[in-house]
């Protein structure tokens, strides 16, 4: 090979081409194989030498059918003296030898087993009994990816580490290239705004308040938005239920009802919307108020039923029942058509919330003394029972309309959030966030329609009510206004159908309105 080296060099100097004698390729071949044997054999052909080789020589199989086929095309060999043909061998042998690389993330001190003190009060959430004061990394870093889980109700796409891209089919494949191609083909803004409710800072705007058009000369002891008409109803102690139309700008009043030595505790819609339960504080009378036929219908008894008075209640998603709340612990179910108590069930102590699951199947209560019962409202069964977290008396209870989360508020103005699952499921489930923003008892809670927000006040001070952002567990900076009474001490809370407004009932007899930017519809 070095004459042939030698003589390859002298044919470039001269300018006048030479003919040069045709190599013996079985010759070469085989004195090739020949020293690759020996060197096999000698146990010396480690990594260096075997890239040297394939970047001089190219590697073996290379190097005869290019021999073959240089022969073939009519006697050309590798000694001519155009040199693409040697850069072409450097670069496909570059290109067949690459380095492997470790990637940069990889980090060899991860691998240690190294254990995490779990007494400190940032983990100790984290931790399922008093034993867990110790835990190593990787366990610790499961049971926090379990708790988010928990927190999202399931692992969402964007944290999806692990690709399905392994298990799809060719076709699939070739329509991401093709994606992708389309995407390089195009400009402009790629980046879309997100559906989802950004933490923070919530875009609001303060509108008339809802009973404008009708103020109320007392206080208001209840707000609620119409089930499916962009109709806004306020009751309080003046003895009179309005509605009034919401438009955001003046709000007029559709109409008033007034209810002879009646001051209402709470007014509720039906769920097709077409009528209005009130209860009054004292009374054992309760009224309907028809306003598809414009009547005001009284109950006088029930029967089944042995309180001294009706006030606090709940209408059953399906729109079929009512559930009074009475004293010494008892629920009763009352059917809307025959207005008679068909069922009771009764729990330790006073009740303090109650609130329906999505579907209206169970019931969430929430006693005086701390304890959270649930019940299977078919068959009148306690489900489960457990102890509110840190409480000592109860006040108030909201679940979620998406059935994920239940809220659970007390008179030291702490709210506990648990995940509805978790309640069914452990006898002493932990809170998924303990919200403390409120400093007197927390007396009004309300999930918006999307779940995407906790209102939360007390009527106990002024300007008492937060907002809460879900999943985050994060109060929106921005709400109430700072320094800037607007809210006073609220009663009831409540949002419209589509998350577009919402409302709050004061002791000033006005019903604030509020309309959330971020939601398009009523």
Request: a neutral charge.
């Amino acid at each position: 090979m070095d004459k042939v080296g030698k003589q390859s060099r002298k044919g470039r100097k001269t300018t006048k081409r030479v003919s040069e004698p045709e190599p013996d390729y079985e010759k070469e071949v085989l004195k090739r194989r020949k020293n690759a044997k020996a060197v096999t054999v000698l146990g010396e052909e480690d990594a260096s030498v075997k890239l040297l080789e394939d970047l001089v020589f190219g590697a073996e199989d290379d190097l005869v059918e290019r021999l073959v086929e240089d022969r073939e095309d009519g006697g050309a060999t590798l000694l001519d003296d155009d040199d693409s043909s040697d850069s072409d061998v450097e670069n496909e042998a570059r290109l067949k030898v690459q380095p492997t690389r470790t990637a940069v993330w990889e980090d060899e001190d991860d691998d240690l087993e190294e254990e995490v003190d779990m007494t400190q009060r940032f983990r100790r959430d984290l931790t399922k009994s008093d034993a867990e004061a110790k835990m190593s990394k990787q366990k610790l870093q499961q049971r926090m990816k379990e708790q988010f889980q928990k927190a999202m109700g399931g692992m969402p796409s964007w944290a999806e580490t692990k690709v399905k891209k392994k298990n799809k089919k060719k076709d699939d494949s070739d329509d991401e290239d093709d994606d992708g191609d389309d995407l390089m083909r195009k400009t402009g803004n790629f980046v879309g705004s997100s559906d989802s409710l950004p933490k923070g800072i919530i875009r609001m705007k303060k509108c008339l308040h809802a009973n404008n058009d009708r103020p109320s000369v007392d206080r208001l002891t209840t707000v609620q938005f119409h089930p499916s008409a962009q109709v806004v109803m306020t009751a309080g102690i003046d003895q009179s239920i309005s509605l009034f139309q919401v438009d955001g700008k003046t709000n007029p009043k559709i109409q008033s009802i007034y209810l002879e030595k009646f001051p209402v505790h709470k007014a509720q819609f039906s769920v097709d919307g077409e009528q209005v339960v009130a209860t009054s504080f004292r009374n054992k009378l309760f009224y309907i108020y028809d306003m598809m036929e414009g009547k005001v219908i009284p109950v006088h008894a029930v029967r089944g039923l042995r309180e001294q008075r009706v006030k606090e209640f709940e209408v059953s998603p399906d729109g079929e029942s009512l559930l009074l709340t009475g004293t010494s612990g008892y629920l009763h179910v009352l059917t809307m058509k025959t207005k008679e108590v068909v069922k009771s069930m009764k729990i330790n102590g006073n009740i303090a919330g109650v609130a329906f699951s999505q579907d209206g199947s169970k019931v969430f209560t929430n006693s005086e003394e701390g304890e959270v019962y649930i019940w299977d409202m078919r068959s009148s069964k306690c489900l489960n029972r457990f102890t509110d977290d840190g409480c000592v008396s109860g006040t108030s209870m909201a679940a979620s309309k998406n059935g994920q989360y239940l809220a659970c508020g007390s008179a030291a103005g702490v709210v506990n959030v648990y995940s509805q699952e978790e309640c069914m499921r452990q006898n002493n489930p932990k809170p998924l966030k303990t919200i403390m923003n409120l400093v007197t008892s927390a007396t009004s809670l309300r999930f918006n329609p999307t779940t995407e927000i906790l209102a939360i006040a007390s009527r106990a001070d002024d300007e008492a009510a937060r907002l809460v952002h879900i999943p985050s567990f994060t109060v929106f900076s921005n709400f109430p206004i700072f320094q800037r009474k607007t809210i006073y001490r609220a009663h009831r809370l409540d949002f419209s159908p589509n998350s577009g407004f919402f409302s709050l009932a004061n002791n000033k007899g006005h019903a604030p309105l509020f309309r959330l930017l971020h939601y398009k519809d009523f």
